[in-house]
């Protein structure tokens, strides 16, 4: 015991208990217990949509961010340099050489778009009307009401 009163500060600091080691006052309370569940309770669907909004993120705008910014550049491939270009690149697809299959390009994918709207469209709205009607054995298929 002795030994402990003569050794240095830090010394001392190591031999007494730390602080993380302890439990948190009122840990074992129960009205803490309560208040913490009640805590985690409202902000459940929050807390667990972070994980999801997080991938999402991660996987689409991120690309097209980084797409958008490419853009802006001189970016080939098999060219490893990378220099600010700004606006040149749009003007070639609107006045450049190609600029004919560019803009059969634009068209074309505007006609497939607004095709593809206007199918899923009509489809879905005639699956949800099928679905809806009373029929027997769709039991299966019958809203959760």
């Known amino acids: 015991m002795s030994d402990t009163l003569n050794a240095p ?20 309370n129960p009205r803490v217990i309560k208040r913490v ?3 985690l309770d409202k902000r459940f669907l929050v807390l667990a949509t972070v994980p999801a909004f ?13 797409g958008i910014w490419l853009s802006f550049t001189n970016y080939q491939p098999l060219d490893p340099t990378l220099k600010w ?11 450049g050489p190609d600029s004919f299959f560019a803009h059969a390009v634009i068209k ?8 593809g709207i206007v ?10 009307l099928v679905l809806a009607r009373q029929m027997r054995g769709w039991v299966f298929f019958a809203p959760c009401s």
Do not use: D, K
């Open 119 to 128: 199918v899923e469209t009509v489809l879905g709205v005639m699956l949800a």
């Open 37 to 39: 569940r009640a805590w």
């Open 108 to 115: 074309n994918t505007l006609i497939f778009v607004g095709a």
């Open 9 to 28: 500060a830090a010394v001392q600091r190591r031999l007494q208990p730390s602080r993380a080691a302890l439990p948190a006052p009122g840990a074992n």
């Open 54 to 66: 997080v991938a999402v993120t991660a996987v689409t705008i991120v690309p097209v961010l980084l």
């Open 85 to 95: 270009a700004g606006l040149v690149n749009y003007q070639n697809i609107i006045n």
